[in-house]
């Protein structure tokens, strides 16, 4: 987790300012300039990832404006988070969120991040969420003895399980590697969201624990952090100690396919300066690398 010289950090900026010129750096667009502004598809520059967001990321936006943020950031696919679609949702709800993603260019491929008990009920209830809106993948934190139901929905839905860890204070999923632990006997299905930043903070390498568990690796939260020890914080992609080209360079070479989805837990009143930034610096990081 070496900081990048400052020479390598010119370049990359060099490269995400050209990357990142289609992100528009204004006031948030009204509703008639909004609907102009069409979805960026996924494309080469991202060398085959589906780089989007996690739509915590942008809990203080209402559900209107929290997809225009998407789109006026460039990015096609999302992590709905139960502010955009609440958990004690119908399933006719469920339906018409997961549309206007979808009619606005934005594919939900997960949901999350949803605690899960070691109760079957509890456990449908997140399935059925999942299931009503189309989503294929959900983020969870599920408690450790609740493996085996785990394992029987994930069979009857065929629906994803990615645990996310949480890093210090998390005294089930702190890293990858606790929750890889106790999944491996089970259905492939049952697999990780290893999120990046908190993994730094607790002292172990981000894109060697993707490379480890590249099996069970379902889903990915990007971010960066200020120091790589437990009181450290989100900031914006490139100015933090994450070692983010290597992190990228895992996730090409594993091929990854699941979500790659910006948290960017700053700033949550205004977050799409240090959004659109991250997003434009992690482009550059991927138009840069060697073929």
């Known amino acids: 987790m070496d900081h990048l010289s400052l020479c390598s950090r010119r370049e990359i900026l060099k490269t995400a300012a050209l990357a990142a010129a289609a992100v528009p750096v204004m006031s948030l667009p009204d509703a008639a300039l909004a609907a ?77 991040v949803i605690t899960m008990s070691n109760n079957e009920a509890n456990i449908r209830d997140a399935f059925e969420y999942a299931k009503d809106a189309g989503i294929p993948t959900i983020v969870c934190s599920p408690a450790i003895d609740s493996m085996p139901i785990l394992d029987k929905m994930v069979k009857e839905y065929d629906i994803k399980l990615a645990i996310h860890n949480h890093g210090p204070g998390d005294n089930k999923y702190a890293t990858p590697y606790d929750a890889m632990k106790l999944i491996e006997k089970y259905d492939p299905r049952i697999g990780l969201c290893i999120d990046v930043g908190h993994t730094g903070r607790m002292k172990v390498d981000p894109a060697k624990s993707i490379l480890d ?79």
């Open 36 to 112: 102009a502004i069409p979805a960026a598809p996924a494309n080469d520059r991202m060398r085959g990832l589906k780089i989007g967001v996690a739509s915590y990321t942008l809990r203080k936006m209402q559900l209107d404006d929290a997809i225009k943020a998407i789109r006026r950031v460039g990015l096609s696919y999302v992590s709905v988070k139960d502010f955009h679609l609440p958990l004690k949702s119908t399933p006719d709800q469920r339906r018409e969120v997961a549309k206007k993603f979808r009619d606005a260019g934005i594919t939900p491929l997960s949901c999350g």
């Open 213 to 291: 568990c590249r099996a069970r690796l379902h889903d990915v939260h990007l971010k960066d952090i200020n120091v790589a020890e437990a009181r450290g914080s989100c900031v914006e992609s490139g100015r933090g100690v994450l070692d983010l080209k290597a992190i990228m360079h895992a996730l090409v070479e594993i091929k990854f396919t699941g979500l790659a989805g910006f948290e960017y837990e700053k700033d949550e009143s205004d977050p799409i300066p240090g959004l659109a930034e991250s997003v434009g610096y992690t482009k550059g990081l991927l138009v840069g690398m060697a073929d």
